[in-house]
């Protein structure tokens, strides 16, 4: 039996982010203007401010500029708005990302609602969901880890996914959902099971693409994997570690890799695999924001 593809997340965001780099550079040189990424946090979560210290880092990395705005916690609805407002003015701000979860006192939705659907690099406002549903794919800014978890799974199976059938367990707005649509572009049969779907494990074996993105750690066992089948973990679980010491956790997939690994033709870890896709595919939205604002044509897609 041969070994499983084992897909690289890490060394395949790292060399989609040196390609926005060159292209950032290259869009200084002939244009003068240095794509501006702002990113909002609000309060002290420590998790998003690991987050933000990344995408800040991966921003500088990629030749872009980016503009911190670190609020208290304690900060108003009015005053965050008042925020993204300015920012949606901003000719030097191409892209907008507030950090999420926000306090309780703030309503998300309205806050993402506000931020203008052209500068919106999460992807997360209606108007690109719309688009990305409506398959106007040269218009949307489309959501960072859906867009990671289709270019893996292409490097995979090569450029032509077409009539591969996908099985998307999960279907939140921010991962399942937009994934399926994707690979509906891409011409898969899609299905997307989810809480109430009957008979996951037979479901998820008649899967040529298979991505779990459900947030239980390692539910879904190596027998629910089709001989061959690509599997995409978006899943990132902390579980206990008592190996490593007392208190110790390590992060864990929705898939149970190590089960897996015995049918799967290609398959992507936890940590390592979908995780540094989402920075890299938010740095070329980024890109593509800013063209966009400027007028210039279309590069070729990064997947
Ligand atoms: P969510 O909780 O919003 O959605 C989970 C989905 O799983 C729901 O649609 C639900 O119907 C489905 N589900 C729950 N239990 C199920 C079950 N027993 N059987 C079948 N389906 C079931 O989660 P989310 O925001 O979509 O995130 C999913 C996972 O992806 C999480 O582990 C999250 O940490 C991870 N994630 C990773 C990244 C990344 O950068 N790699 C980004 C976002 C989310």
């Known amino acids: 039996m041969s070994e499983p593809f084992i897909i690289d ?7 989609v982010t040196d390609e926005i780099a060159s292209r950032v ?18 309060g002290e979560d420590p998790a998003s401010q690991v987050y933000v ?22 900060t108003s609805e ?12 901003d000719e030097a701000v191409h892209g907008i990302l507030v950090q999420l979860p926000l306090p309780k006192q703030i309503d998300e939705g309205k806050v993402l609602e506000l931020i203008r659907p052209e500068k919106d690099v999460d992807g997360f406002h209606p108007i690109n969901a719309g688009l990305l549903g409506a398959g106007a794919l040269d218009k949307a800014l489309l959501p960072c880890t859906p867009a990671g978890s289709v270019l893996l799974a292409k490097r995979a199976l090569g450029q032509d996914l077409s009539g591969k059938h996908a099985v998307v367990i999960g279907r939140s707005n921010i991962v399942g959902k937009p994934v399926a649509q994707l690979l509906l572009q891409e011409n898969c049969t899609v299905t997307i099971a989810h809480s109430r779907t009957q008979d996951l494990p037979a479901l998820a074996a008649t899967a040529d693409i298979l991505v779990a993105a459900v947030g239980r750690p390692q539910m879904i066992k190596g027998d629910w994997v089709k001989k061959g089948a690509t599997v995409i973990d978006v899943g990132i679980n902390r ?3 008592p190996e490593k010491g007392e208190g110790k956790t390590r992060l864990v997939g929705d898939v149970d890799y190590e089960g897996a690994l015995a ?10 695999g979908v995780g540094p896709m989402t920075i890299a595919m938010l740095m070329g939205n980024t890109l593509i924001a800013a063209r966009r604002q400027l007028g210039l044509a279309a590069e070729p897609a990064l997947f």
């Open 9 to 15: 997340g890490k060394a395949i965001a790292a060399s």
């Open 53 to 74: 210290r990344n995408k800040e880092r991966m921003a500088l990395k990629c030749g872009m500029n980016s503009i911190m705005h670190r609020l208290p916690e304690t």
């Open 263 to 272: 049918n799967a033709g290609a398959i992507t870890p936890v940590p390592g």
């Open 78 to 89: 009015a005053e965050l708005l008042a925020l993204v407002a300015e920012l949606n003015a």
């Open 25 to 42: 550079a290259r869009l200084q040189k002939e244009s003068g203007v240095q794509p501006g990424l702002a990113v909002v946090l609000v």
């Open 239 to 241: 579980i206990p570690a």
